[in-house]
């Protein structure tokens, strides 16, 4: 049960409906406010359950807790709408991806901030969301409690959540693709396509659940159980060594992370420069 009376949901894109849509249908003693700027948006929200307007600054005011789900480029135009004197005593979640903790904490005064990263698996509860903090929160349980709502949560250092962006965070998009590549060699050899899509489908599931029910045993021991002697399995697998699709696979794990770190320091760059400005404009106001 989380407990706050309010939570906001600043830019309710697919990240932040998905959020929206846990808390409406399993926190229903929390009032859930969400903003986005096109009517649809706003009309997504409303179907979904909860209060809907274009209103940041009142959203923040209405919530103890608000999660900022804007894309990074967005940020500073949405501190904005905000202003600088709302964030004190609230406890604020970024999912936006590069926004370090340091310059989260430097614009919203006296917030306690958090960074998440979640995926988009977030919208059948079952993200993989990790979880980092500067240090000093005291709403730990809290920000796991909301995420818990959208799936399964890690606490990390807040220098592996590049990392976790290639692997997690793009996740769904690379076993997507494998899902479909198989299909379509079940379709090369004589297969509905519909027929193929739906049992890789299932093998991905189960195969998941089993080897998470045999937590510690390497994913190498099943494959070795699968692959008899002189069988299919094995001429299988044959094929993806020969064509080092193992080592694809690791490649293409080390470059989304690469990128996601590139990304960071380019939109946490930025950010701070035109989020200084911003803020010497709102001081000089006072
Ligand atoms: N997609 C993923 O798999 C994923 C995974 C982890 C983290 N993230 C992070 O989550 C954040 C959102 O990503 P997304 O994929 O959900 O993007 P998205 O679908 O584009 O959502 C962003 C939302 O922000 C709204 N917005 C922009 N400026 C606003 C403002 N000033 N006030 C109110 N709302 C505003 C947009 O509203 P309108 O559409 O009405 O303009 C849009 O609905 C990003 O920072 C991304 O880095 C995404």
Known sequence: MLEVTGVAVLGA??????????????AQDVRVVATGRSAETLRRVESLGAHATRDNRRAVESAELVVISVKPHHFPQLLRETGFDVWDGKVVVSVMAGVRLATLQSVLEGAEVYRAMPNLNAYVGKSATAIA????????????????????????PEEYLD???????????????????????????????ELAY?????????????????????????RDEVA????????????????????????VVEEASRRSR????????????????????????I
């Open 163 to 193: 990392v976790w962006t290639g692997l997690a965070g793009s996740g769904p998009a690379f076993l997507a693709e494998i899902v479909d590549a198989l299909a379509m060699g079940a379709v090369a050899s004589g297969m509905s396509r």
């Open 228 to 251: 008899t002697p002189a069988g299919t399995t094995i001429r299988g697998l044959t094929v993806l060594e020969s064509e080092g699709v193992k080592a694809a696979l690791m490649r």
């Open 198 to 222: 739906r049992a890789i489908l299932d093998v991905m599931e189960g195969t998941a659940l089993l080897l998470k029910a045999r937590e510690g045993v390497h994913p190498a021991q099943l």
């Open 262 to 285: 590139e990304i960071g320091v380019d939109v946490d760059e930025k950010a701070r420069k035109e989020l200084a400005q911003i803020w010497q404009q709102a001081k000089n106001k």
């Open 133 to 156: 903090e500067n240090g000093s929160g005291s709403s730990r349980s809290l920000v796991e409690e909301l995420f818990s709502l959208v799936g399964y949560t890690y606490w990390v």
């Open 13 to 26: 894109g697919k990240i932040g409906s998905a959020i929206v849509k846990a808390l409406v249908s399993r």
